[in-house]
């Protein structure tokens, strides 16, 4: 599918995330510009093989994206703008970050994505880092 220079689905200011998703797989979040939430832009809580790209996350309170139990999710060509925090993954393995364009980023060198590993009951808590590999230094074209 080609871009289209309009977003699908514009998702502006809610009290809480811009889209959340929990229990769910394979799906397609694709073109949509999400700004100005109270919360997230985008979360994603035990949700597998999903397909996010080519959106655009500007301004939201907390995270652009988070990743909660949440594994082999596709996550390429996004614009990650100006929220308090781009990304963070909780106990999420298995995501490939790619081409995205991280606003606090603007080396061609691997952007590092800061996640936790948690132990039950919450008493051992362990640091887990990601890459986007190949990260843009210029925003995705909308």
């Not at 073109?31 to 109270?38: F, H």
Request: charged share 20%.
């Amino acid at each position: 599918m080609q871009w289209k220079h309009r977003f699908k689905n514009i998702i502006v200011e809610n009290n809480d995330n811009g889209l959340f998703m929990y229990d769910s797989c394979k799906n397609v979040i694709h073109g949509n510009k999400i700004e100005g939430n109270g919360f997230n832009a985008i979360e994603l809580y035990y949700c597998n093989e999903n397909d996010i790209s080519y959106n655009t996350m500007d301004e939201n309170k907390e995270w652009n994206i988070e990743l909660e139990g949440s594994m082999m999710n596709k996550i390429y060509n996004n614009n990650f703008m100006k929220s308090s925090h781009n990304a963070i993954m909780i106990n999420s393995f298995l995501n490939s970050w790619h081409r995205n364009y991280w606003n606090n980023w603007h080396i061609m060198l691997p952007k590092p994505i800061l996640g936790m590993v948690i132990f039950f009951p919450r008493s051992h808590i362990f640091p887990w880092i990601d890459f986007d590999m190949f990260p843009r230094i210029k925003e995705v074209e909308k």
